[in-house]
């Protein structure tokens, strides 16, 4: 079946420092998109990438969608403990009418 | 946040018995999604639905089945409940005609199966 594979599973950082995840695919992507989850939360909706290679940033996250569209990456830049929860890539296909979830990298952020 | 509720918030149930959740939106939504989470699986889609008497499965629909008779309820019915199946189940909604826009999720339910 189609997966979407996201790395790492887990990252803890000091506040301050820089956090990055990772989706892959096997296959050509459709869309991608990405979700937080804070803890005890539900996942919130942070932004849908559809075109090769785009780049979108909002304030001091930057999403990125690879070239051959089976890529995409989350940049936190100097995290903040309110950046903590789960990331969670959401892939779907052409001809396939749903979106498939990665299984999330966990945030934690020391003061 | 959109307007989704689901209910009950927490259930414990025993093996075998029937178990019925609902999602209730008052968006006027056209899709409608029941995911579980589990630790290490991230979401895993059950069954969604694209209109009313319109559903469809997921990559993880045995064991569950789905009913939408009215554009803002969608029910999750496990029809012999298993311990497998203690998950958090959250339920979606989503606005775009094609179903491929942002999906907002409700609070979830806590369902244990001893």
């Known amino acids: 079946g189609q997966q979407v594979m996201q790395i790492p599973q887990y990252q803890h950082v000091q506040e301050g420092e820089d956090f990055t995840t990772y989706c892959n695919s096997s296959t050509t992507l459709s869309n991608i998109q990405w979700y937080k989850q804070r803890p005890g939360g539900h996942p919130v909706f942070l932004i849908q990438l559809v075109k090769s290679g785009e780049v979108k940033k909002q304030k001091r996250l930057t999403f990125q969608f690879g070239e051959a569209k089976k890529n995409s990456s989350l940049h936190i830049t100097a995290t903040q403990t309110t950046d903590v929860g789960t990331y969670f890539c959401a892939g779907r296909w052409h001809n396939f009418n749903k979106f498939y979830f990665g299984s999330g990298t966990k945030l934690n952020v020391k003061p | 946040d959109a307007g989704i509720t689901q209910s009950p918030r927490h259930k414990v149930t025993e093996t075998g018995t029937p178990v019925t959740l609902r999602c209730h939106q008052t968006?006027?939504?056209?899709?409608m999604y029941w995911y579980r989470q589990d630790p290490g699986h991230g979401l895993r889609l059950i069954h969604y639905s694209y209109g009313v008497k319109d559903t469809d499965k997921g990559e993880v629909s045995d064991g569950y089945s789905v009913s939408r008779s009215k554009t803002e309820d969608f029910l999750l019915t496990l029809e012999s409940a298993t311990s497998s199946q203690t998950s958090v189940y959250f339920c979606a909604i989503s606005e775009s005609g094609t179903g491929f826009g942002e999906q907002y999720f409700g609070p979830g339910t806590r369902l244990t199966v001893t």
């Open positions: 968006e006027n939504h056209r899709y």
